[in-house]
């Protein structure tokens, strides 16, 4: 089973790529994130 989710939107990064507020860190968006990964691994439906 593979799964894709797209979040779009946050904020501009501001630090360091590969960083926490860099692209990889959801900036302003990190508990739509989180709630949509928690969703998922308790309910793994396709």
């Keep these: ?4 989710l797209l979040c779009v939107g946050g904020a ?3 630090g360091a790529p590969c960083q926490a507020l860099h692209r990889h860190g ?7 994130v989180v709630d949509l990964i928690s969703a998922w691994i308790k309910n ?3």
């Design 1 to 4: 089973m593979r799964l894709l």
């Design 26 to 32: 959801f900036i302003g968006m990190e508990k739509e």
């Design 44 to 46: 793994p439906a396709p």
């Design 12 to 14: 501009p990064p501001t």
